[in-house]
């Protein structure tokens, strides 16, 4: 009866668990309830020890021949059922830790990436009244800040979900408000989506291939190293050269790059910068492979 008791007791937490949530700091006060309940009290522990005792009982009431075959097998029955009951509940309780935890982590970046966008629309307002360079310049970002008006509004859809209506409710007002602003500030600067990526693509382009040329120059000069005379030049040249050998593979990645940057920006450019940028890698992978 004891056992029963402890299952009746842990079905009766779940159901307080189990329920549409509210705000953050809501959640957060269940999921703390719930591991004091459950690992403060080491619950799956406790369990495992009150099922062993009462496996004790029932071999040793099982072995008194006094007792009928119908007795032992509802004993067998009956540790069965509860052992399966309680396979079912330690599913469940799992189930809930996750999803209280996975609650408050959407609460959280819902919280971060609302506040982000309100701040970024407000400017963004600002510079679309701007010149047209520095429309170019301030929106080059403008996918990322799509990326994150996407999961702004995945993260306002799950916890809609799983809270109360009232809560849901403020929910999808703030999503309202920040889409309403979104939609009429985007039909204007849409077109920097593209122009935004080309800069960025151009961006990586000259950072990495100024890290190879960087890289390049500073191995011919270790290569075309020729006065070596004492034990301590000659170790320190030998850590030099084995660096290098060390760099080559993340050069060679960072050179694939490079090449992916310039296949991207090759309808995007004048024919004389293709031609430039095409003579510029054609010189640095043919020093990279020397």
Same mark, same amino acid.
């Given at each position: 009866?004891?056992?029963?008791?402890?299952?009746? %007791?842990?079905?009766? &937490?779940?159901?307080?668990?189990?329920?549409? =949530?509210?705000?953050?700091?809501?959640?957060?006060?269940?999921? +703390?309830? =719930?591991?004091?309940?459950?690992?403060?009290?080491?619950?799956?522990?406790?369990? @495992?020890? !009150?099922?062993?005792?009462?496996?004790?009982?029932?071999?040793?009431?099982?072995? @008194?021949?006094?007792?009928?075959?119908?007795?032992? @097998?509802?004993? !067998? &029955?009956?540790?069965?059922?509860?052992? @399966?009951?309680? *396979?079912?509940?330690?599913?469940?309780?799992?189930?809930?830790?996750?999803?209280?935890?996975?609650?408050?982590?959407?609460?959280?970046?819902?919280?971060?990436?609302?506040?982000?966008?309100?701040?970024?629309?407000? *400017?963004?307002?600002?510079?679309?009244?701007?010149?047209? /360079?520095?429309?170019? #310049?301030?929106?080059? +970002?403008?996918? #990322?800040?799509? $990326?994150?008006?996407?999961?702004?509004?995945?993260?306002?859809?799950? %916890?809609? !979900?799983?809270?109360?209506?009232?809560?849901?409710?403020?929910?999808?007002?703030?999503?309202?408000?920040?889409?309403?602003?979104?939609?009429?500030?985007?039909?204007?600067? /849409?077109?920097?989506?593209?122009?935004?990526?080309?800069?960025?693509?151009?961006? +990586?382009?000259?950072?990495?291939?100024?890290?190879?040329?960087?890289?390049?120059?500073?191995?011919? /000069?270790?290569?075309?190293?020729?006065?070596?005379?004492?034990?301590?030049?000659?170790?320190?040249? !030998?850590?030099?050269?084995?660096?290098?050998?060390? #760099?080559?593979?993340?050069?060679?990645? %960072?050179?694939?790059?490079?090449?992916?940057?310039?296949?991207?920006?090759?309808?995007?450019?004048?024919? #004389?910068?293709?031609?430039?940028?095409? *003579?510029?890698?054609?010189? $640095? &992978?043919?020093? %990279?492979?020397?």
């Amino acid at each position: 009866y004891c056992l029963v008791a402890f299952l009746i %007791l842990v079905e009766a &937490k779940l159901k307080t668990w189990a329920i549409k =949530y509210g705000k953050e700091e809501e959640v957060q006060k269940i999921l +703390d309830q =719930y591991r004091n309940f459950v690992s403060e009290k080491n619950l799956f522990k406790e369990y @495992d020890r !009150a099922f062993k005792e009462m496996q004790q009982v029932s071999e040793a009431y099982r072995k @008194d021949t006094s007792h009928s075959k119908t007795e032992n @097998d509802g004993i !067998a &029955k009956f540790l069965l059922e509860t052992n @399966d009951r309680w *396979r079912n509940i330690s599913v469940e309780l799992r189930c809930i830790q996750s999803l209280l935890e996975e609650v408050i982590s959407y609460w959280r970046k819902f919280g971060e990436l609302t506040t982000l966008l309100e701040e970024w629309l407000q *400017r963004a307002f600002l510079m679309s009244q701007m010149s047209e /360079e520095e429309k170019i #310049d301030f929106f080059q +970002d403008l996918s #990322d800040w799509k $990326e994150k008006h996407s999961q702004m509004n995945e993260t306002g859809n799950f %916890l809609s !979900a799983t809270c109360r209506p009232e809560v849901t409710q403020e929910i999808r007002e703030k999503l309202i408000l920040i889409n309403s602003k979104w939609e009429q500030l985007f039909q204007y600067v /849409e077109q920097y989506l593209h122009r935004g990526q080309i800069i960025r693509t151009q961006n +990586d382009y000259k950072e990495g291939q100024q890290r190879l040329e960087k890289w390049i120059a500073k191995a011919q /000069e270790i290569l075309h190293v020729t006065c070596i005379c004492t034990v301590n030049s000659i170790k320190s040249y !030998a850590e030099q050269l084995k660096k290098l050998s060390q #760099d080559i593979e993340d050069m060679e990645v %960072l050179f694939k790059n490079v090449s992916k940057s310039f296949q991207a920006l090759v309808q995007e450019l004048p024919p #004389d910068e293709i031609e430039r940028m095409m *003579r510029s890698l054609k010189q $640095e &992978k043919e020093q %990279l492979v020397r």
